[in-house]
């Protein structure tokens, strides 16, 4: 008899094992690399109280490649080609049939959080339709803006905002201190082999990065450079990290700040985080790899500006 249970018991852990492996939830996520960082405490708390196999994300894979392996995100779905855009048709012109490719791209999925359209939307009420051809699934719509007298942290706004959508779920509050983004082994030892290869020393450097995707977001150079200046005289060192949206402005010039440390120029984010993980301190404008600093534990500065 005993033996009896131990396999019954068995079979039904296995059981729960798959039936864990089938709860899947997508997040529709289409904002820039920041807004993907914040909405990763909502993609953790989801995965705690709906006790999810995995969590996919559905974005520009340009910003979240990196994430799988490092945080609560298991999976990264791309939005350029899944045909979503296709439910922002009236739903009187929004068709689809047995074979139609939405239904492999939005099968997997028990749950469906959505960014793009908004509650009660001819987008919605298509995701709906198109998410349920097949089994039985869960949708919400969250603003990715909160209202101007909203005062808590957006990541929080998320979660209330989930929470008044599916009120069976009870809102917890997020620990600011948490860490968000865990590099692996590896990322640190490429991190060291590109400071060995930059001349840069392991022990003391700072990580600057002065620009964002918006100009108006962003400090003055001149700051930079003497907060770099300031840096250099305490015997320590600066990394410019420069992402694609300077250099197509072309309103930063690498080799003016090659005279304050060393440059580098659209880096991989997962050799963003890897340096992030054992600089001194990070310092940056409102941007994404700002959120990236942060959510990796770094000690971040950011500069908010009028925006």
């Known amino acids: 008899m005993t033996e009896d249970n131990e396999i019954f018991s068995l079979v039904e852990e296995k059981e729960n094992e798959l039936a864990k492996t089938s709860r899947q939830a997508l997040i529709i996520q289409p904002g820039a690399m920041g807004d993907c960082i914040l909405t990763l405490p909502l993609a953790c708390f989801l995965k705690e ?58 099968g997997p ?15 919605e009420q298509n995701l709906i339709f198109a998410a349920n051809c097949n089994r039985s699934v869960e949708v919400a719509s969250i603003k990715l803006k909160a209202d101007m007298n909203h005062t808590s942290h957006i990541s929080q706004f998320y979660i209330n905002e989930i929470c008044r959508e599916m009120p069976w779920l009870e809102a917890t509050q997020i620990n600011l201190s948490d860490k968000l983004i865990t590099v692996s082994h590896s990322d640190k030892i490429q991190a060291t082999i590109l400071l060995e290869q930059l001349g840069i020393s392991e022990t003391r450097f700072a990580i600057i990065a002065p620009g964002s995707g918006s100009l108006a ?27 694609p949206a300077e250099m197509e402005r072309g309103n930063i ?32 404008n409102d941007s994404g790899l700002s959120h990236l600093a942060g959510a990796s534990g770094t000690k971040t500065i950011a500069i908010f500006g009028p925006t």
Not at 61 to 75: D, H, I, Q, S, W
Not at 77 to 105: C, Q, Y
Not at 109 to 123: A, K, N, P, Q, V
Not at 228 to 242: P, R, S, V
């Open 49 to 106: 109280k709906l006790d999810l196999g995995s969590v996919a994300l559905m974005g520009n894979t340009e910003y979240t490649g990196f994430l799988p392996g490092r945080t609560c995100v298991n999976k990264i779905r791309s939005l350029e080609g899944s045909g979503i855009h296709r439910l922002f048709a009236t739903p009187s012109e929004f068709n689809i049939d047995d074979k139609d490719p939405l239904l492999t791209v939005l």
């Open 109 to 123: 999925y028990t749950w469906i959080i959505t960014f793009l359209g908004e509650s009660g939307s001819d987008f």
């Open 217 to 243: 977001k962003c400090w003055p150079m001149e700051n930079f450079i003497a907060c770099a200046d300031a840096i250099k005289n305490t015997g320590a060192e600066c990394i410019f990290i420069l992402g």
């Open 253 to 284: 010039d690498p080799s003016e700040l090659e005279k304050f440390g060393a440059v580098l120029v659209g880096p991989e984010l997962a050799k963003v985080a890897g340096l992030c993980s054992i600089c001194s301190c990070f310092l940056g």
